[in-house]
Nanobody
Framework: QVQLVESGGGLVQAGGSLRLSCVAS????????MGWFRQAPGLEREFVAS????????RYTDSVKGRFTISRDNAKNMVYLQMNSLKAEDTAVYYC???????????WGQGIQVTVSS
C-alpha cells in the first residue's frame, strides 16, 4: 500500500519560515513527479509546486514564486517544501502528492496544517 506522510507543519509568524517534508513508499520513487498542494478553509485544493522525477524541473504557482522551493532526495524517498517569507494567506492544510510523469495526481498524503499568524 502506497503511503505519503507529511511532517514539519505548525504555527509560525508572518515573515517566518517552515520546511515541510514528505516520505513516500513509492517504488521506484524516482519514477514519480512529486508535488505539494494546499487547501485553505472554504476554498478548493490548489497546486503549490511540483518537481520532476529527476529533480531538474520545478513548477510553482505564481503566489509562491520566489518564496517557496521544492526539492527531492530520490535516495531517501523524500520531497521537501521550503517556505520562506510566509504570509497569513499561506495558512492551509498542505498535501504531498505523486503522479506518473504523463498522468494524474493519484497518490496523496493525509495533509498537515500550516498556520501563519499576522
Amino acid at each position: 500500500q502506497v503511503q505519503l506522510v507529511e511532517s514539519g507543519g505548525g504555527l509560525v509568524q508572518a515573515g517566518g519560515s517552515l520546511r515541510l517534508s514528505c516520505v513516500a513508499s513509492l517504488r521506484p520513487f524516482s519514477s514519480f513527479v512529486m508535488g505539494w498542494f494546499r487547501q485553505a478553509p472554504g476554498l478548493e485544493r490548489e497546486f503549490v509546486a511540483s518537481d520532476s522525477w529527476s529533480g531538474t524541473s520545478q513548477r510553482y504557482t505564481d503566489s509562491v514564486k520566489g518564496r517557496f522551493t521544492i526539492s527531492r532526495d530520490n535516495a531517501k524517498n523524500m520531497v521537501y517544501l521550503q517556505m520562506n517569507s510566509l504570509k497569513a494567506e499561506d495558512t492551509a492544510v498542505y498535501y504531498c502528492a505523486a503522479k506518473p510523469t504523463y498522468g494524474s495526481w493519484i497518490y496523496w498524503g493525509q495533509g498537515i496544517q500550516v498556520t501563519v499568524s499576522s
